[in-house]
């Protein structure tokens, strides 16, 4: 199967700094790219998908000034959390999709634990 | 809008029990389903999925069979084992193929 790799797997910061997660398809173009948020216990409540060389289309209720997201290439897109808060601790996790799967199926990576202190 | 849900959990089974899980689905036209199994402290797998009605997939001793008469993708297992214990999430993936919408997630134990 394809594969999607994130990173950073973990990462603390300090309030106020920002933090920026990527995420890359290593062996297929991805086309589309999609970012979840999962809280503890949670489901994934997608974020935004992103179309490469276009802007991100936001979920309602997510802050696109907050969850900055790049798609500059056809194998990496990145999340950019910016002023980050002890609120956006979370589990993060990409997706991506493309023309050779016919976009019927999405690869996963393997998320990004956020702590911020 | 499409939506998936599936059974609350915990779920709790003792060793080579049968497992079920059920998932349900709405959507318009015709969704890819899959489930997906998620370890403790790791992102997602997919372990297996069905593109039209009436497909079976299976993985690992799991199976799913799409039912679109039910709109249903009930996931089932013969005989758990310790290190099935997981979260599972049934999900769906639309005909134009942009999004993938999650159920709440099952969290299963398996006791020896």
């Known amino acids: 199967g394809a594969v999607v790799s994130q990173h950073p797997s973990r990462v603390i910061c300090k309030s106020g700094t920002s933090v920026k997660i990527e995420c890359r398809s290593l062996d297929f173009q991805a086309t589309t790219m999609f970012w979840y948020r999962q809280f503890p216990k949670q489901s994934l409540m997608l974020m935004a998908t992103?179309?490469?060389?276009?802007?991100?289309?936001?979920e309602q209720g997510v802050e696109k000034d907050k969850f900055l997201i790049n798609h500059a290439s056809l194998t990496l897109s990145t999340l950019t959390v910016t002023s980050a808060h002890p609120e956006d601790s979370s589990f993060y996790i990409c997706?991506?999709?493309?023309?050779?799967?016919?976009?019927?199926?999405?690869?996963f990576g393997q998320g990004t634990r956020l702590t911020v202190v | 809008g499409d939506s998936v849900t599936q059974m609350e959990g915990p779920v709790t089974l003792s060793e080579e029990a049968f497992l079920t899980i059920n998932c349900t689905y709405t959507?318009?036209?015709?969704?890819?389903l899959f489930w997906y199994v998620q370890y403790p402290g790791e992102g997602l797998q997919l372990l297996l999925k069905?593109?039209?009605?009436?497909d079976k997939g299976s993985n690992k001793g799991f199976e799913a069979t799409y039912r679109k008469e039910t709109t249903s993708f009930h996931l089932e297992k013969g005989s758990v084992q310790v290190s099935d214990s997981a979260v599972y999430f049934c999900a769906l993936r639309d005909t134009g193929g942009f999004k993938t919408i999650f159920g709440a997630g099952t969290r299963l134990f398996v006791k020896a």
């Open positions: 997706s991506a999709s493309g023309p050779a799967f016919a976009n019927t199926e999405a690869f």
């Open positions: 959507a318009t036209g015709y969704p890819s």
């Open positions: 992103s179309n490469e060389g276009s802007k991100a289309t936001y």
């Open positions: 069905a593109t039209k009605a009436d």
